[in-house]
């Protein structure tokens, strides 16, 4: 799906509209909680997610990209909210942050028999 208003070679993908809550690790050596971005990331459009990281020390969302390199646009991370209440938001290679994103609680409420958005 290309964002409205974009050119069409400028994205290979998009992931918008989400929330990543509460995940675990299935291997110990995943560097993030929520979200691991590896190999070719170039022209991925990450926006307007709630990326929440949980009690682990690990960043919540890690953009690798091995390949990132030879691609002429990198990843975009754009208006997200962020948050890791135990360690960083971001760990290495999420550096092309454009838009409004912020680090910020969204404050999610625990019910007895599920957990709720509000």
């Not at 990281?53 to 953009?63: H, Q, T, Y």
């Not at 690798?64 to 390199?69: A, L, M, N």
């Not at 209440?85 to 290679?93: E, H, M, R, T």
């Not at 409004?100 to 609680?105: K, M, V």
């Amino acid at each position: 799906m290309i964002p409205s208003g974009a050119p069409a070679d400028r994205y290979y993908g998009l992931i918008a509209n989400n929330v990543f809550y509460n995940n675990s690790q299935p291997q110990s050596n995943t560097p993030a909680t929520q979200v691991y971005f590896d190999g070719d990331v170039s022209k991925l459009h990450f926006a307007n997610n709630i990326v929440y990281g949980g009690s682990s020390s690990l960043p919540s969302v890690v953009c690798i990209g091995s390949y990132s390199y030879l691609a002429p646009t990198p990843m975009e991370l754009d208006d997200n909210d962020v948050f890791n209440p135990s360690g960083a938001a971001y760990g290495s290679g999420c550096d092309n942050q454009v838009g409004n994103n912020i680090s910020l609680d969204p404050r999610f409420q625990k019910t007895p028999v599920r957990e709720t958005f509000t």
